[in-house]
Antibody, heavy 119, light 111 residues
Framework: EVQLVESGGGLVQPGGSLRLSCAAS????????MSWVRQAPGKGLEWVAN????????YYVDSVKGRFTISRDNAKNSLYLQMNSLRAEDTAVYYC????????????WGQGTMVTVSS | QSALTQPASVSGSPGQSITISCTGT?????????VSWYQQHPGKAPKLMIY???NRPSGVSNRFSGSKSGNTASLTISGLQAEDEADYYC???????????FGGGTKLTVL
């Protein structure tokens, strides 16, 4: 079964850091671009970051540039999101998503992990 | 404010058809055939329903169809069913510094 499972969310104070992980199974992880997409409580979806199959290209939404880092370990079939200098507006459910081959659609999603930034 | 504009809500009765619009610019929806649509039920992860404007992934009902005209994409759901009640989001590739943009979402109510 093709599956993505996120972990690492929790409560963190403003200015703090958190590292999210996403474990992939059921497909050849190293063959796909991967993404993080977030959803603030009661709000819509927001793309956060993308990473190429070999990690050589990374893209970020402007609001997280310089604070978040996307990475992957193809040997461990895992995707990561290192989040530093967290702000209240980063509070959201963070989804790991697979990018469909040949375009920018997200064809497989994890169940999400909640990140709450609050003092 | 989302980059792509969707109506906040639409509704329809079982068996009817509804259309959800997604309006962008020539830098996103109008400039590329990379428009996708997602269905999200409360408390669940989004599910891909349409990719590349009008293509359905395997397993998605043919009651769902997509199209595009100029800077506006549309999702049409025919033969509405109770289980179609959900939030729907469009997305598009964009040539701006933000690689991918989403619409604000549309809540579909099946009356």
């Amino acid at each position: 079964e093709v599956q993505l499972v996120e972990s690492g969310g929790g409560l963190v104070q403003p200015g703090g850091s958190l590292r999210l992980s996403c474990a992939a199974s059921g497909f050849t992880f190293s063959s796909y671009w991967m993404s993080w997409v977030r959803q603030a409580p009661g709000k819509g979806l927001e793309w956060v970051a993308n990473i190429k199959q070999d990690g050589s290209e990374k893209y970020y939404v402007d609001s997280v540039k310089g604070r978040f880092t996307i990475s992957r370990d193809n040997a461990k079939n895992s995707l990561y999101l290192q989040m530093n200098s967290l702000r209240a507006e980063d509070t959201a459910v963070y989804y790991c998503a697979r990018v469909r081959e040949g375009d920018d659609a997200f064809d497989i999603w994890g169940q999400g992990t909640m990140v709450t930034v609050s003092s | 404010q989302s980059a792509l504009t969707q109506p906040a809500s639409v509704s329809g009765s079982p068996g009817q058809s509804i259309t959800i619009s997604c309006t962008g610019t020539s830098s996103d929806v109008g400039g590329y055939n990379y428009v996708s649509w997602y269905q999200q039920h409360p408390g669940k992860a989004p599910k891909l329903m349409i990719y590349d404007v009008s293509n359905r992934p395997s397993g998605v009902s043919n009651r769902f169809s997509g199209s595009k005209s100029g800077n506006t994409a549309s999702l049409t759901i025919s033969g509405l069913q109770a289980e179609d009640e959900a939030d729907y989001y469009c997305s598009s590739y964009t040539s701006s510094s933000t690689l991918i943009v989403f619409g604000g979402g549309t809540k579909l109510t099946v009356l």
